[in-house]
């Protein structure tokens, strides 16, 4: 299940694809999904974190995971490699005053002056470096802390509007066109180095045994969401522009040829671990 780098030669070498996003960072902010609130109170109650407990948010991108626990009073720090999702980040946050953010990879992070009750990363840990990221995390967190990854994973469709949706991909030259099988939409795939999230954390020797989180909720995709949500996957954004326009002006025909929106089931995933001694 690991990112195929053949895969990506055919798009533009000369970006980094792991912050592409920063290319649309408003866009971003607006168009990818939040997460379910029964996704925080399962990892509250599975952490059992106290109401000032100190949270470090791997990959924060614009804050749409730490939100939830700005609001609820614990102290976030935020790492974000990316300045441009850094800024709206603390823009939304800083109010509250527990909020920070720290422009830096995960991997390069001189970390904390006390340690964390919770490392949390939402669809972005596959991001971090999969040599490192669970020592890290392990000696971010204080005994008895926890660590907790999730996506939001677009469940695949089988229906008339997607299977036209496919032969506007069908169009892409062949090099660039297997660039996209299994990741049409942001989360189609996570790039992890073993057959599940559990697994690795099981190979780290960090953490022990997994809890596991699934729910599946629908929301309503137009066809201009549906676009801005692909002009915010860096598969699409890696795409040269004159191939992209065509792709991105084909779908939207598509959606709008079939009532111009559809219904987009996405699965939460969660996966989570006390961190061993």
Known sequence: MGRDISREQALDPARNQSTVFGEVADLYEKSRPSYPAQLFDWISAVSDISNSALVVDVGCGTGKSSEWFVRNGHTVVGIEPDPRMAVIASAKLHESNHFTVETVEF??????????????????WH???????????????????WLCVFWNQPEGHYDQIHRDIDKIYDLLPSDIKQAFDGARLPGSKSAITAAS??????????????????????????????????LTQSTHRLLPSEHRSRLLDGITDVINSH????????NTHAYAAMRST
Do not use: M
């Open 127 to 145: 991001w971090a470096d999969p040599l490192t990221r669970f020592h890290s995390a392990h000696a971010t967190l204080k005994n008895q802390g």
């Open 107 to 124: 991997q390069n992070w001189l970390g904390l002056a006390e340690p964390a009750d919770l490392v949390i990363s939402g669809q972005a």
């Open 259 to 266: 009532g111009g929106s559809y219904i987009q089931t996405f």
């Open 197 to 230: 999230p559990a697994d690795e954390f099981d190979e780290s020797k960090c953490f022990g045994s997994v809890e596991q989180f699934n729910f599946s909720w629908d929301l309503e995709v137009t066809s201009q969401s549906h676009v801005e949500n692909l």
